[in-house]
C-alpha cells in the first residue's frame, strides 16, 4: 500500500507541475541540473546541429552543447475530439527519426476524464502510448495515423521505438502494474509508416522476472516489485540486443538491464542480477554525441527545501562497444 500510494503521489505532482494550462516563459543559458524534467530523452539531430530533449510535461528543451539549454518549448497540439482530448497529461516523450525526414514523438498520454477500470478499489484512467509527427524537431507535433495504437481497455505507457532483425518497426512499452499488478513490458508491430499498429501486442517479460527489484507485500514479506518502466533498446559492438528498464528497490528509483538471447524483441530475455545505475537514478536513453561518445540520459530524484520529491536530468558517459552496456562517470 505504501508503495501505492508513493505511486499515486508521483503522478498527482506531475500532473500539477507539468500537465495543467500554463504560460511558458523562454529562458537561455540554462544549466542542466537546473531543470525540473521527468523522463529526459534527448536527440541529437545532425540536420539543425543541436540537441533537443523532451521528457514528461510535453515540452522541449534544445542546446547546442548540452550544457547550457534554453526552454521550455510548447511542441504538442492535439485535436479535440481525438480519445487523448484537447490537453492530455504527456509522460515519457521521446523523438525518433526513421529516415524519411520526419521527427516522430513517442510519448504516453493520459486523459483524466475517461476512467476504464477499477482494481483493488484504484480507478484507471484512459492512458496509452501513441505516435505524433512534425517536419521539424520543434514541432508542432500532431496526430497523423490511426485513432488509437493501443487497446483501449488497457492502462499502457513509455513507448519506445526499435527496428528488429526482420527489418520491420516495432512500439515497445510497458504495461500498466496498477491494471495487472505484475506489469509487463511488450512489444507491437508498426505500420512502415508508424501511422498505426498491426495485430496484437506481446510479452516479452514482466515485473517478476527482475532479480534485483523488491518490495514488501501487505503481509510484510519482501518480494519483486510489481513497476515496469522506461525500455530502451540498443545494441551492443557485438551485436547484442539489450533492454534498460526501470522498477523500484523499496522507495528507490533502481535501473536495471536485460539481454536478448536471440537477438531479437523475442529474446528470451536475461536480467542482470544487479543495477546497471546508482540509486535514485532511472527512466535512460541512449544517445550519441556528434564527437561520437555514447550518452546515457536518466532522470534521478532528489529532495527540495520543502521535502517535495524533485526529479532532475542527468546524464553519463557510457561505453556499449563490447559485449555489454558499461556506465561512466557523467562529465560531459
Known sequence: MKRLLIYIALIICTWNIFAQPRT????????????????????????????????????????????????????TEFEKDSWMGNHPMIWAAELHQTGDGMYYYFATFTNQAVKIDTVRGNVIERRASQILRADNPMGPYRTFGDATYLPAGRPTLDGT??????????????????????????????????????????????????????????????????????????????????????????????QGVAYSESGTLDGPWIQEPEPITPPGYGHSMLFQRFDGQWMMSVHYHTKSANGRTIRIPHLFKVDISGDKLIVFDSNL
Open 161 to 254: 521505438f526499435w527496428r528488429d532483425t526482420d527489418g520491420k518497426p516495432y512500439m515497445v512499452f510497458c504495461g500498466e502494474w496498477l491494471q495487472n499488478w505484475n506489469g509487463t513490458i511488450e512489444k507491437i508491430e508498426l505500420k512502415s509508416d508508424l501511422s498505426g499498429t498491426i495485430g496484437s501486442p506481446k510479452v516479452l517479460f514482466r515485473a517478476s522476472d527482475s532479480p534485483w527489484s523488491r518490495e514488501m507485500d501487505g503481509n510484510g514479506n519482501i518480494t519483486w516489485n510489481k513497476v515496469t518502466d522506461g525500455p530502451w533498446l540498443f545494441r551492443t559492438g557485438t551485436g547484442r540486443l539489450g533492454m534498460l528498464w526501470t522498477s523500484w528497490v523499496f522507495d528507490v528509483y533502481t
Open 24 to 75: 511558458f516563459k523562454v529562458r537561455t543559458n540554462i544549466m542542466l541540473d537546473s531543470i525540473r524534467l521527468s523522463d529526459p530523452a534527448i536527440l541529437a539531430d545532425k540536420k539543425t546541429g543541436k540537441y533537443y530533449m523532451t521528457g514528461t510535461g510535453g515540452m522541449m528543451w534544445r542546446s547546442n552543447d548540452l550544457k547550457l539549454w534554453e526552454g521550455p518549448y510548447q511542441v
